[in-house]
C-alpha cells in the first residue's frame, strides 16, 4: 500500500517515545516564536503532523505548543501552508477542551475554513457550531464583488448541516439556496485569465481567453458544469463546481419531506407526468419559491451532466470524471425525484435511455447500480434490475450483494429466489435477443456470434415470446414446468462466456440472499423456501459447473433452514418422500439428496416435534431403503455415474437413526449392514479414489451395524437428548459422549458376552458374563 519510504517513515513516527516528542515540541515552539517563519517551520510543523497523525491514539502535546499552533493559525500574516498545517495538527489532536480558537473576527474565507475545520471537530460542546454556522452566513449573506470568495466556506456549510441541520434559520436556507442556482446555473462560460509574475517579459497584449470546451474537445454551447474543461477557471466556475458537490446534502437538507402537498406521497408516475409536461413550460421559474427553484435548476443541471457522459472523453482523467460525476448527477436526481414527482416522468425517460446505452458499454458498468436503485425506488416491477445484473454480473456481483438486503422482505423473498437462480438462463434469453435484433441481422452469414442456426429458428416461435415473458415478469407466477422448454431452447447459448460468467457469480448472490432472509423469516415463509429449494435443484439451467456448484449452496442453506424449524420435517413430509423417491435426483442431485437424507434423519424425533409418529418413521425408512439399495446395486456407467459415497453413508447413517427410533426396523437395516461390510456386496471399485470410497462406507457400515446391538445405547448415541448438547457433555470426564462410545465399545469387542446365556470366549472360567442390554 505504502512505499518502503514510507513505511519507514510511518514506523519511525510510531516508535517517537513521549520524551522524544516533547523535545521536539519545544523545537517547534522556538520556530514559531520567530518574527520570519521560514522552511524549517514547514518542515518541523510537517513532521510534527506525521507523528500525531500515524497512530490510533491521541499523543500529548505542551500546553506552550498548543497555543502558538493556534495563534499561528490565527495570525492574519502568516503563510498559507503553515496554517494548513497548524490545523491538520489540531484536528487530529482533537477533541481537546483547551482550545480558545474564536473565528467571530476572521475575514479571510480560506483562514475562516481552517478554523472552523478545528472547531466543527470538537464536536459540539459549547455551541461551536452554532455559532460557526452563524459567521459563515454573515460572510454568505455580503455580495460585495471585491469581498472575499466563498469558496472555501462550502465545504463548512456542508459539514454544519451534517452535525446540526437545525442550527440554519429559514431565511438562511433560502438565501443560500438562491446563491445555490446563481452559482450552478449562471456560471461564466469563458476561460479564466492566467496569473502573471509581472516580469520583464510580461505584456498587456497577451491573448484573451476563450471559451470553456467540452471534455472531447468541442466548444461548449450550454451552460458550465463541473465537466466542462479549460486551461484556468474563474472563481465562479470554482464556485460552481463546490455547489455540485454539496448539492445533495444540501437538498436533503433543505426540503428532507418534500413538497407539503397533502397528496404529495400519493402522486403516481402517471400523476408525475402530467404535472410536468404541463408546468415544465408555463411556470416561470423565478416565481418558484427558492427551494423549488433550486430543485429545478439542479434537474437541469444534472440532465446536462447526463448529456456531457454521452462525449467520448480525450484524456482518461476527464473520462474518469465523466464516470464519477454521472453516479453523483443519478444520485441527485433521486433525492429530487423523491422531493417532488413532478420530476418523475422527465427523470425517467431520460434514465431508461442512459441505462439502455450504458448496458452496451464495458467501461461504464459499473455506473449502471445508482440507475437500477433509481428505478427500485421510483418505478414498479424487478425484470429491467434483474436483466441489468445478468448482462453485467461480474463488475456488479459486489454491488448487488451489498444491494440485496434493500430487495429483499418477506413478500419479496421467494420471487428473488426464483430471480437468482433464474440469472444465467435470463442471460441466455438477452443474448439470444440480442443476436436477432435489427443491427445483428445485418452482419454476414461468416459472422461468428451467428453460428446457432437452431437456437435462433426456433426463437422465431410465438411460444418462444411467452416463456421469455415468464423469465421476465415481475411477480412469482406460473411454474416451474414453464421452464423446461425454455431452457432447452436457450441450451445452445448454454456455454457463452457471458452465461458461464453469470452463472459464477450466483453462488455469491445466493449466499447474500440467504444471510439476508435469515433474519426476518417466520415458519411460514422457512417452509415456502424449503419447498422452493426442493423443486429448483432438478429446475436448473445447463451451464458447465452451475448446477454443482448452487446444489453445494442449496443443500447447506437448507440445513440451515430447517436448524430454525425443525418442525420442517413433519410439515413437509409428503414432498420430502416425494424428492428422495426419485432415482435421477440421487444421481443428479447428490448433495441436495444427503442434506434432505441427514435432515431426516436429525430431525424425525419426539424431541423435535411431538407430532411425529411411527408411521412417519417407517414411511421414510422404507423410502431410504429402496433409494440405498438402488445406489448400491446399480453399477456405474455413463448414462447413470457413480453414487458419491457421502451420499450412501448418509443413507445408512439415518437408517440406523430411524431404525433406532422404532426398534421393529432393527433386524431390516442390520442385514443389509451385514451385506455392505462384506466387499463381495459393496459397490465395484474401478480406480483406487473408489477402492478408498468403498472402504470408507464398509468401515461405516461396521460401525453402525456394531452400534445397533445394544438398541438403547444406539438410541443415545444417535439421537441424543438436547442436554447433551450442553459444554458439560463435553468437559465433564464422567458425563461426556466420548465416554459413552468408549463405554459401547469396549462392550461390543464382547460379542458372544453380550448374548444372553453366553460367556465370553475370552472370560475366565468362573466369571459371569457381562451385564445384558438395558
Not at 221 to 238: C, I
Request: proline share 7%.
Amino acid at each position: 500500500m505504502f512505499t518502503a519510504g514510507a513505511e519507514s517513515l510511518l514506523h519511525q513516527a510510531r516508535d517517537i517515545r513521549d520524551e522524544e516528542l516533547k523535545k521536539f515540541c519545544s523545537r517547534v515552539v522556538n520556530l514559531l516564536q520567530k518574527d520570519e517563519l521560514g522552511p524549517d517551520a514547514v518542515d518541523a510543523l510537517q513532521r510534527l503532523f506525521l507523528i500525531v497523525s500515524a497512530t490510533k491514539y491521541k499523543r500529548k502535546l505542551e500546553d506552550t505548543c498548543v497555543h502558538l499552533l493556534q495563534a499561528t493559525l490565527c495570525s492574519p500574516k502568516c503563510p498559507e501552508q503553515l496554517q494548513l498545517l497548524c490545523a491538520s495538527i489540531l484536528r487530529e489532536m482533537s477533541p481537546r477542551d483547551d482550545l480558545s480558537l474564536s473565528c467571530d473576527h476572521i475575514q479571510s474565507t480560506r483562514q475562516l475554513s481552517l478554523v472552523a475545520s478545528v472547531l466543527l471537530a470538537q464536536g459540539d460542546p459549547k455551541g461551536e457550531v452554532r455559532s460557526v454556522g452563524q459567521r459563515v452566513f454573515r460572510i454568505l449573506e455580503s455580495r460585495q464583488p471585491e469581498g472575499p470568495s466563498p469558496r472555501h466556506l462550502l465545504p463548512v456549510v456542508s459539514k454544519i448541516t451534517h452535525l446540526a441541520p437545525h442550527t440554519l434559520h429559514e431565511d438562511q436556507t433560502n438565501q443560500l439556496s438562491k446563491r445555490l442556482v446563481d452559482w450552478l446555473r449562471y456560471a461564466s462560460v469563458q476561460q479564466g485569465v492566467a496569473h502573471t509574475s509581472g516580469g520583464f517579459f510580461s505584456t498587456p497584449r497577451a491573448r484573451q481567453p476563450g471559451p470553456v470546451t467540452e471534455v472531447d474537445g468541442a466548444v461548449a454551447t450550454d451552460f458550465f458544469t463541473v465537466l466542462s474543461t479549460g486551461q484556468h477557471f474563474t472563481e465562479d466556475q470554482w464556485l460552481n463546481v463546490q455547489a455540485f458537490s454539496m448539492l445533495r446534502a444540501w437538498l436533503l437538507h433543505s426540503d428532507p419531506e418534500g413538497p407539503s402537498t397533502p397528496d404529495a406521497d400519493d402522486r403516481s408516475e402517471l400523476e408525475g407526468s402530467t404535472l410536468s409536461v404541463l408546468s415544465a413550460g408555463s411556470t416561470a421559474g423565478h416565481l418558484l419559491p427558492p427551494r423549488e427553484r433550486l430543485r429545478e435548476k439542479a434537474f437541469e443541471y444534472c440532465q446536462r451532466l447526463v448529456e456531457q457522459s454521452t462525449r467520448r472523453a480525450l484524456r482518461k482523467g476527464d473520462s474518469d470524471l465523466q464516470k464519477a460525476c454521472l453516479v453523483e448527477a443519478v444520485l441527485v436526481l433521486d433525492v429530487i425525484c423523491r422531493q417532488d414527482p413532478s420530476f418523475l416522468y422527465r427523470t425517467l425517460s431520460c434514465l431508461k435511455a442512459l441505462h439502455a446505452r450504458l448496458c452496451g458499454d464495458p467501461a461504464r458498468v459499473r455506473t449502471l447500480l445508482p440507475i437500477a436503485q433509481f428505478f427500485l425506488n421510483h418505478e414498479p416491477g424487478a425484470g429491467g434490475r434483474w436483466g441489468l445484473l445478468a448482462w453485467n454480473s461480474p463488475p456488479l456481483t459486489a454491488e448487488f450483494v451489498a444491494l440485496l438486503p434493500s430487495l429483499v422482505d418477506a413478500d419479496t423473498a421467494v420471487e428473488v429466489l426464483h430471480a437468482l437462480l433464474d440469472l444465467p438462463c435470463l442471460t441466455a434469453a438477452l443474448d439470444l435477443q440480442l443476436r436477432l435484433s435489427p443491427a445483428t441481422s445485418e452482419r454476414p452469414l461468416w459472422d461468428p456470434s451467428l453460428k446457432i442456426p437452431s437456437c435462433l429458428e426456433a426463437s422465431r416461435d410465438p411460444q418462444f415470446q411467452g416463456l421469455l415473458q415468464y423469465l421476465l415478469r415481475a411477480t412469482a407466477s406460473g411454474t416451474t414446468e414453464r421452464l423446461g422448454p425454455l431452457h432447452r431452447l436457450l441450451q445452445p447459448l448454454a456455454s457463452c462466456a457471458r452465461v458461464v460468467q453469470c452463472a459464477q457469480a450466483v453462488p455469491t448472490l445466493l449466499e447474500a440472499f440467504f444471510s439476508a432472509v435469515t433474519q426476518f423469516a417466520d415458519g411460514a415463509l422457512t417452509k415456502q423456501l424449503a419447498l422452493l429449494l426442493l423443486e429448483r435443484s432438478d429446475s436448473l439451467f445447463q451451464v458447465p459447473q452451475y448446477e454443482a456448484h448452487v446444489h453445494r449452496v442449496l443443500s447447506s442453506r437448507f440445513l440451515a433452514l430447517c436448524a430454525l424449524h425443525p418442525s420442517l420435517v413433519v410439515e413437509l413430509a409428503k414432498e420430502l418422500l416425494e424428492f428422495v423417491g426419485s432415482v435421477s435426483g440421487v444421481q443428479g442431485r447428490g448433495a441436495m439428496l444427503a442434506s434432505v437424507v441427514w435432515a431426516v434423519g436429525e430431525y424425525l424425533s419426539v424431541s423435535w416435534d411431538r407430532r411425529r409418529t411411527v408411521e412417519q418413521i417407517n414411511r421414510f425408512f422404507e423410502a431410504l431403503e429402496a433409494v440405498l439399495f438402488e445406489v448400491t446395486q446399480s453399477r456405474p456407467s455413463a448414462a447413470l455415474p457413480r453414487c458419491p459415497p457421502q451420499v450412501v453413508t448418509v443413507l445408512m447413517t439415518t437408517l440406523t437413526k430411524l431404525a433406532s427410533r422404532s426398534q421393529d426396523l432393527i433386524p431390516r437395516v442390520s442385514l443389509f449392514l451385514s451385506k455392505m461390510r462384506t466387499p463381495a456386496q459393496s459397490p465395484a471399485p474401478s480406480s483406487t479414489s473408489c477402492e478408498e470410497d468403498a472402504g470408507a462406507v464398509r468401515t461405516r457400515a461396521a460401525e453402525l451395524l456394531t452400534l445397533l446391538k445394544m438398541p438403547s445405547v444406539a438410541q443415545f448415541v444417535l439421537t441424543p437428548s438436547t442436554e447433551v448438547s450442553e459444554p458439560r457433555y463435553h468437559r465433564d470426564a464422567n458425563t461426556a459422549l466420548p465416554l459413552a462410545l468408549r463405554t459401547v465399545s469396549r462392550l461390543v469387542e464382547k460379542e458372544t458376552g453380550l448374548l444372553p446365556g453366553r460367556r465370553d470366549r475370552d472370560e475366565e472360567p468362573g466369571v459371569r458374563a457381562g451385564p445384558r442390554l438395558p
